[in-house]
């Protein structure tokens, strides 16, 4: 860089870094803000309309003007306010005024439904909906539930017939054989499982009489279930979406009364905005405080240090987890009760505690350290790979092994690794050899990594290969000293594709072609800054350019909608573009003071 684009470099970086600390809160971490979400604030809607209509009045009445006032202009919804619409939203967007028996003219909502689905009778819009999901019903079931509940699939026994039978039985089995049971939803789902499962039995049971039998003999131990699993908050995973679809079906049955709904309906009380509408979840704080003590580096105040890092120490889960059953030792994206820990939230933490733990250590942060990295050994699957939440429960999308995770542990892992216990360091090698050897099998033949939690609506597939890229890349970097045979094929690949992903304009989308954004423009230049290849020199002096114009030299970031949630529901989040590029900003300039 010459030394004008180095002094843009430093005042867009000054000035994001005053920007990212003036966003902690008032205990001295990160909260952040997720936006609102069309999606969350439909099934809120018809959750507290099916409780009890007349008690919930008023916030209902909110929530379908909001909605109203954010329908995009061809009729449908999008999952944020700057999404496209597609077609689970626009469903139950749609259904939610049903359910309300608000019953606005919907005809454009009724034209673009008929568009994407082929026409508005319930075996279309049914046969759509299966479709976007594949065999993984963790989503198209609780969506068809709700239009049925709307009336919008038919009436009586019949609209159910378009509502796949969840087997809420099994969750009546011990935990322990979750995985061998081959559930149609994901871990994280079991809550839905049965809520929704058992909807579908009471409006439709089926016609084996043994079947029958059998389903109403385990219904009450299965509440029972569901009741165990739900957290103090009332919000299963802090998640509106999941919470109200429990609500709902539980109001549907009859159960409007019982505790889960009861809890429930207080989370959903307790979370509504003052605009009328909800978020896709209550907040991300760990998440976000994980990725910005990681982007700030030194430049975070010593002051501030102790604080996150007491903090932090304090959101690990240190009993068994009551939901998943996960061991002690993991970390969760929130400090809310409905957190549950996770393989990128645990990663994340031990990376910022590398950060935080340089200086003066607490008492209990060597065996924090040494459980965190442990609990990432025992998530790891056979393919050497990383899930998100448990080991080796299947092959649906969310549960299976993932480059973006499974780089982050890398890192996690590289970081701590010679100053773990003895007896845990050949454990640790050892997986951090399998983990080489999967993102080795799942990079794709154009050099890229699809990642798992995160998308892009405009990219083919909604996949994101740029973050997926960038951010194993930013794993492959560190170990390329320790391990250059196994890493670097991979790296030099990896770094051509992020190179030929570039947009003219000097930023990067989720894919060649696609917009450029601040999220992933940031990621791939702090990637390829870790990198320092003489041949990505011109990109990322470019791709600073972009972002400095972009963000007016560190002063407004206006967030992208890069975040994948559940099963492809997308949302943004108000500190990524900022923190993404501070993080970016700082591995470039510590790039012009290394010496040519």
Known sequence: MNPSDVA??????DAARTRLLAERGPEGHWVGELSSSALSTATAVAALALVDSSAHQSLIRGGLDWLARHRNPDGGWG???????????TALAWAAFGATGKMPVLAETEAWLARAAGGLEPERVARAIVARYGGDRTFSAPILTMCALGGRLGEGRGAWRHVAPLPFELAAFPHRLFRWLRLPVVSYALPALIAIGQARFHHAPPRNPVARLARRLVRRKTLRVLQSTQPESGGFLEAMPITSFVTMSLASIGEARHPVAAKGVEFLRRTVRDDGSWPIDADLATWVTTLAVNALGAALPDEARQPIRDWLLA?????????????PGGWAWTDLSGGVPDA??????LLALRQLLGGPRSASSPSAIASGASWLLDLQNRDGGIPTFCRGWGKLPF???APDLTAHALLAWHAWLNELPPQLRP???????????????????????LPLWFGNEAAPDEANPT????RVLMALAELATRRPAAVRPMLERGAHWLLAAQNPDGGWGGAPGVPSSIEETALTV??????????AQSAISSGVRWLIERTDCGRSFPPAPIGLYFAKLWYFEKLYPLLFTVGALERALELTRRPR
């Not at 990128?344 to 933490?349: E, F, L, M, S």
């Not at 454990?427 to 890229?448: I, K």
């Open 467 to 470: 973050y997926g890229t960038a």
């Open 399 to 401: 549960d299976r092994s």
């Open 344 to 349: 990128d939230d645990t990663a994340g933490a």
């Open 79 to 89: 999952d944020t306010v700057r999404s496209a619409s597609n077609l689970s939203t």
């Open 427 to 449: 454990r640790v090698e050892a997986a951090m050899r399998r983990a080489v050897a999967f993102l080795a099998a799942s990079q794709r033949p154009d050099g890229s990594w």
């Open 8 to 13: 843009a470099l430093k005042e867009a970086l």
């Open 526 to 535: 702090d990637a390829l800054c870790r990198l320092a290849l003489a041949s």
């Open 315 to 327: 959101q690990q889960h240190v009993v068994e987890h009551p939901y998943t059953h996960a061991a």
